[in-house]
C-alpha cells in the first residue's frame, strides 16, 4: 500500500511540473484572424512582470502569417520611446519573423499587427518577457482591438 501511494505522489508531482513548465514557456496567439479589409489593424497589450524569476528586461516577440499568398502582415511593438517593427515575408510556410526586442522593463508593450491589402488573414504571435539573466519571467496578454 505504501509503495502504491510512493507511486502516486511521485505521478501526480511530475504532471503538475509538466504542466507549469508548459504554461510558463508557451506565450503564443495561435490561429489569430484579421479582417478583409485593407489597412485592419489587430491590437494587443502584452505585460512584463516579475513572477519570482526576476524582473524583465524586455520584451522578445515574432510573428507567423498562416495563411500563404495576399497581404503581407507586419507587427510594431512600443514601449515608452522604443519602438520595433517586424514582418513575416512568406505567409503559409513554417518561418517566422525575425525576432525583435524592445527593451522597456517590466510594464505594458503595445502591440500592433497590421497589413496594407485588402484580403483576410490568420496569424500567430510568440511573445516572451526576459530578464536581463535571460531567463523567461512573468508575461501575460489580452487583446484591446480585433479587426
Known amino acids: 500500500m505504501k509503495s502504491k501511494l510512493k507511486k ?3 505521478a501526480s508531482t511530475l504532471s503538475l511540473i509538466a504542466g507549469y513548465a508548459s504554461m510558463a514557456s508557451a ?12 489597412g485592419a489593424t489587430d ?5 512584463c512582470f516579475n513572477d519570482g524569476q526576476g524582473n524583465a528586461a524586455r520584451l522578445n516577440i515574432q510573428e507567423h502569417v498562416d495563411t500563404a499568398g495576399g497581404a503581407i502582415l ?3 511593438v512600443h514601449k ?8 513575416d515575408p512568406v505567409g503559409g510556410d513554417a518561418g517566422y ?3 525583435v526586442s524592445v527593451d522597456g522593463g517590466n510594464g505594458v508593450y503595445n502591440v500592433f499587427v497590421d497589413k496594407k491589402k485588402v484580403g483576410a488573414r490568420q496569424y500567430d504571435i510568440s511573445y516572451h518577457c526576459i530578464t536581463s539573466g535571460n531567463v523567461h519571467t ?3 496578454i489580452v487583446q484591446r482591438q480585433n479587426q
Open 8 to 10: 502516486l505522489t511521485m
Open 27 to 38: 506565450h503564443d496567439v495561435s490561429n489569430q484572424t484579421i479582417g478583409v479589409a485593407a
Open 43 to 47: 491590437y494587443f497589450q502584452v505585460t
Open 74 to 76: 507586419s507587427l510594431q
Open 80 to 87: 515608452g520611446s522604443i519602438a520595433r517593427n517586424t514582418t
Open 97 to 99: 519573423s525575425p525576432l
Open 138 to 140: 512573468g508575461t501575460s
